[in-house]
């Protein structure tokens, strides 16, 4: 049985301290023990403050620290990113045409492990522009000049702006001029038919001269279809040519771009930029935005994909090392291509082979590596279908994707 404390207020009554031969004690020991009440009254009475306020504090610091992590990510599109070394900040890159309109859009986002992705945005893409509604990108700066751009594609990606750099063709060329040949890789083959004469890529590399490397690129805003990943493959490839130069060319390629670049990084930041990007070994992936054409003939524009927009910012561009690839399991064609456009996302480094099969596979299998098997699951989530089967004889960092019947082409081309 619990024990009372001994108080004024559960001690006993007079005629019940008489029935059990109490006494009252004498005066001095009344005193004494009153004052030994008080002071064990005045000791929890403390106790408690302290055990309510430390709870309180606890409690403040809880609800500080929560609301400004969610303040951060609620306005990360926004926020001042604050100081930051050198090269790191998140950079939004445009480019005019010869006539002064924006036709080469992309995103330089540097990743934790040291690397970069650029994303690059074809200019007739519409976005949810702040106070406008939906509007192509290249029409933003009319209306609100680069900061209305910068906040609308931070919006669309998810990510802070933190500098901008705008440049022309010819400072493309003077790249171009350094960088020499440049391989448009590409996993299926390209066409472009704005190009004059039109232009075809295949599967596989695609070295090109500066000249002709210039002339896709230009062709490349005027195409709704295989224009947004032959822009990328530009860009991927200038980079990777530029990686072959030494610092001291790097350097000096640098010195020369921001005498003709605007920008609002000083010079040390725009060379330590360039010098990051292009060191060679330094993980760098260049991906096209995912998008689908909207409208067919001379007024098309392009559409986002969220959720393959969510996909590709949140992966990494050490995610390349893994290769992916896609065969047909079924009679279907075009089925590998759209599946491959719906895995593009994942950032893996991909292959296809979109030959019918002359064996047709009920179920989608994915075959994994042994290093693999978590982005074999991302590979199934991506897809919607298929049974992972994890093949020790494998690369271990290897994925195969044979295409079932399970899933239709109808089913992959809704996006």
Known sequence: MKKNDYTFKNSLKRSDRRRRGYSLPSESGFRKARLTAQHRLRRRR????????GVVISLLMFVTVFMTVRNRGSSAATADAGPVSPGSGTVIITGNDDEGRLSQLAVLVPESDGGF??????ARTVS?????????????TALGGQELLDQTVANLLQVPIQYHINLDYGVLDLALAQAGTINFRTDRAQDLSAAAPPVHLTAGDNPTSAQNAMTYLKASAADGLDGPRVQSLFYQGLRDSLALKTEVERRGLAALVFQRVQTDMDEGEFTDLILSITAPGRPFGTWPLPVKIAVTGRDWYLEPVPAEIETLMTGNSRDASIALEVRNGTETPGLVEAAADRLAPLRYTM????????VNFDSTQIRVGSDVLAAGNRVRDALGVGTIIKDDYMEKRQIIVIMGRDITLAELQKR
């Open 46 to 53: 403390t106790t408690r403050y302290i055990l309510i306020s």
């Open 128 to 140: 949810d522009t702040p106070g406008h509604g939906f509007q192509e990108l290249d029409h933003i």
């Open 351 to 358: 292959t296809q082979q979109p030959d019918p099969s002359g």
């Open 117 to 122: 992705g650029l994303f690059t945005i074809p």
